[in-house]
């Protein structure tokens, strides 16, 4: 079965405009970057059939979702999508039990009770099950939330910073098992995610996008070197502090996007010594708590 995803269309808002032109294979799986406000989350709700205000064509394997030429638009609970938000969506005022079975039970070929609590084990909510939703911290909800679009047995994966609100080993674990996953099920996955980390281990491919265009594309591995040499600053260490281990650094030039580092921003440093032991900074969010802080 084909997996090839066309969209050519534009999406129109006060300030914003989208112009998306992808025509993609999607038996590799995808990623998303670029910075906020690029037109990421808005990409994956037009794949996701979100934004009446989309006009053009949009087409997944043998399936025209959408055509506003011959007014076409398949409602989203037709397109047999899993969707995962970084606000996940759960139903209020029952458990998270109540909600699994529920997804299980929208599912093509419903979902035997075994694969309910292998899915649970392994994305970390089987302590959860009897607790209402309402009471789940923002990483428990996201994590009920992916094992609810993995139970509906999706024909595509859409997932917006999916591990955003856990924390990091939360997110390896989940990350890690999500990729175990996808491997086994050869299912699509197109991810927006700003860590370097869980791009690398769940898309084979990633995108670019920057003022509402996909700007470049390529393998996962490529991006993010390119990316990160982009983003690369020279800068001299004053001072270091072995006991609390922090680093004040001297940047070698001024760059605007320098200039946007607040205290407690994280950023990935390391050792460039064949260029004379200049510290290497590329700014990117990163997954992994231990990172030393730098001023």
């Known amino acids: 079965m084909s997996r090839r995803l066309i969209v050519d269309g534009c999406l129109s808002r006060p300030g914003f ?20 406000g690029a037109g ?3 990409l994956l709700r037009i794949v996701a059939g979100l934004e009446p205000g989309f006009t053009g064509y949009l ?9 506003s030429a011959k007014g076409i638009s398949v409602p989203t609970h037709l397109r ?4 995962v938000f970084q606000d996940a969506r759960l139903l209020p005022g029952r458990t998270v039990l109540d909600n699994l079975r529920f997804a299980a039970s929208r599912s093509p070929a419903p979902s035997c009770a075994e694969q309910l609590a292998s899915l649970a084990r392994d994305f970390s909510v089987d302590t959860l099950m009897g607790r209402s939703v309402d009471t789940l911290s923002g990483g428990e909800r996201q994590r009920v939330s992916l094992v609810q679009a993995l139970l509906t047995q999706p024909q595509l994966l859409l997932l917006d910073e999916p591990f955003s609100a856990n924390d990091g080993d939360h997110r390896r674990q989940v990350a890690t098992a999500l990729s175990d996953w996808l491997n086994k099920e050869a299912l699509p996955l197109i991810c927006v995610s700003h860590s370097a980390q869980e791009l690398h281990l769940l898309a084979r491919t990633t995108l670019k996008m920057q003022a509402g265009r996909i700007v470049q594309q390529g393998a996962t591995a490529d991006m993010l070197r390119r990316d990160a040499d982009d983003k690369a600053f020279g800068a001299t260490v004053l001072e270091v502090d072995q006991l609390s281990g922090r680093a004040t650094f001297q940047w070698d030039r001024f760059d605007p996007e320098i200039a946007e580092l ?16 200049p510290v290497s900074a590329p ?4 997954a992994q708590q231990n ?5």
């Open 17 to 36: 405009v989208l112009e998306a032109q992808l025509d993609i294979d999607l038996d590799h799986t995808v990623g998303l970057q670029g910075a906020t």
């Open 40 to 42: 990421k989350t808005s």
């Open 59 to 67: 087409q997944f394997g043998a399936q025209v979702w959408h055509d």
């Open 80 to 83: 047999k999508l899993g969707v």
């Open 262 to 277: 607040t205290v407690g921003d994280r950023i990935y440093v390391s050792q460039q010594p064949e260029q004379g032991s």
């Open 283 to 286: 700014l990117q969010p990163q």
């Open 291 to 295: 990172h030393r802080k730098a001023d």
